[in-house]
């Protein structure tokens, strides 16, 4: 069985949808009754930010509201979205948070609906992420509820390809929330593992390949969650407050709704708005622009390929490296620098950089002198790295067979 990750990447399941066209009308007889919205609201101060998203739908869809908070019902009540007919304010306990909403206070509900949707609030939990925390919320919201007419569209996706079964937003890119592309399990693989075993779901958790879905935000066919729904949950069943930041039962649910999906025969995939997919790939590629920058300053990468072998070749070079008291770099351009930043990374560095002239380049870079290679005595303590592109590496090999016939200590740099 193939890890979800693997199948999200080999289908492309990724939704780019309009929100100013409807792409496939969804008639209002197959919406009513059949599609819910469950939104979690906390924080009192930030309402307003949900407010416009919440108006976005549309009034054949029901909206079931839970708060543990009083004056958050007293002024959604105010609101228009509040004062409709099928929008249902639920009182719930805090805690379990947004992940006790939709399993808890509305769980029963939720199992009458063909299709739906669960939001919640977040707030940054320190001033210096509050622009990212904006971001991620935007990430979230947008891509569930971007108008009237991409929820319609959302809807006529699941109609069209009954093998989906989930659809979330993708990882945002910000400038702190490093964790989504590097590591999204964080500390809680072993307990979304046991969470898996509890549930008995037949599919791949792989702890090298990171989670479809982060954020507890989605649109959902019922039955590709209908496993996490079965489930009696009660609000004991989640860790009390305040809530770790990590390796809780909340955070295990958070991460593993693609592989109850994957169980019930479903496919998951990401959905962004048309505009919001737009300011995402910018911010993927200022985000590659920027990491293969240091890659290449700092380690001596410079393309993707480049990442999955470059452990075995730093090991290989520094194997070769611990023959030979005396070690120079033949190159003082872009690969000889490459070959520094792998060495540097190895905790070492050259003897020397050599050049086939010196007149032409600084005396020293970064504090490692420059020779040319008929200023150097070659000897069997010496070894060469050569770090020239491979149209000159040829070239640079007869440059040193013209000073030195003998000498073999030759690594080429690949």
């Known amino acids: 069985m193939d890890n979800v990750y693997d199948i999200k990447r080999a289908k492309n399941l990724n939704y780019i949808l309009p929100v100013n066209t409807k792409l496939n009308r969804v008639s209002s007889d197959l919406k009513k009754g059949k599609a819910a919205v469950c939104i979690h609201l906390h924080y009192l101060d930030t309402i307003e930010t949900y407010l416009k998203y919440m108006e976005m739908i549309p009034d054949s869809i029901d909206i079931f509201v839970t708060f543990s908070n009083n004056e958050v019902k007293e002024v959604l009540q105010k609101a228009a979205v509040g004062s409709r007919k099928n929008c249902r304010f639920i009182n719930k306990q805090n805690r379990g948070r947004d992940i006790s909403a939709f399993l808890v206070a509305c769980r029963r509900e939720l199992l009458q609906y063909e299709y739906i949707c669960f939001l919640h609030d977040k707030k940054e939990k320190k001033s210096i992420y509050k622009k990212d925390t904006d971001a ?76 479809v879905t982060l954020g507890t935000v989605f649109w959902a066919r019922t039955a590709a969650l209908k496993k996490l729904f079965e489930i009696e949950w009660e609000y004991e069943s989640f860790d009390q407050e305040p809530l770790k930041e ?22 998951s995939g990401w959905v962004m708005t048309d505009q919001y997919a737009g300011v995402h790939f910018e911010n993927m590629q200022h985000a590659l622009k920027t990491a293969f920058n240091k890659l290449n300053s700092a380690l001596g990468i410079s393309w ?62 970064q504090g490692i002198p420059v020779y040319s290679i008929k200023e150097v005595e070659l000897n069997p303590r010496c070894g060469i790295v050569v770090g020239v592109a491979e149209a000159y590496r040829e070239d640079v090999i007869q440059a040193i067979r013209n000073k030195s016939p003998e000498f073999s200590n030759i690594y080429l740099w690949k």
């Open 136 to 211: 991620w919320i935007r990430c979230l919201w947008e891509n569930m509820l971007g108008s009237e007419e991409y929820i319609d569209n959302i809807l006529s996706v699941f109609l069209e390809n009954s093998a989906l079964g989930l659809l979330t937003p993708p990882y945002p890119v910000t400038e702190h929330f490093s964790t989504f592309y590097m590591y999204a399990w964080g500390r809680n693989f072993d307990i979304t593992k046991e969470l898996s075993e509890r549930m008995k779901l037949k599919c791949n958790l792989d702890i090298a390949k990171p989670p």
């Open 246 to 267: 990590d390796g809780t039962l909340s955070h295990a649910i958070e991460r593993i709704l693609a592989y109850v999906a994957q169980d019930a025969g479903f496919d």
């Open 304 to 365: 993707i390929g480049e990442i999955d072998s470059y452990e075995s070749k730093v090991q290989e070079m520094l194997s070769f490296v611990k023959k030979h008291e005396e070690l120079y770099i033949y190159g003082a351009g872009n690969y000889g620098m490459r070959c520094l930043a792998m060495l540097r990374n190895g905790r070492t560095s050259p003897t020397a950089f050599l050049v086939s002239d010196s007149s032409n380049n600084p005396k020293d870079i």
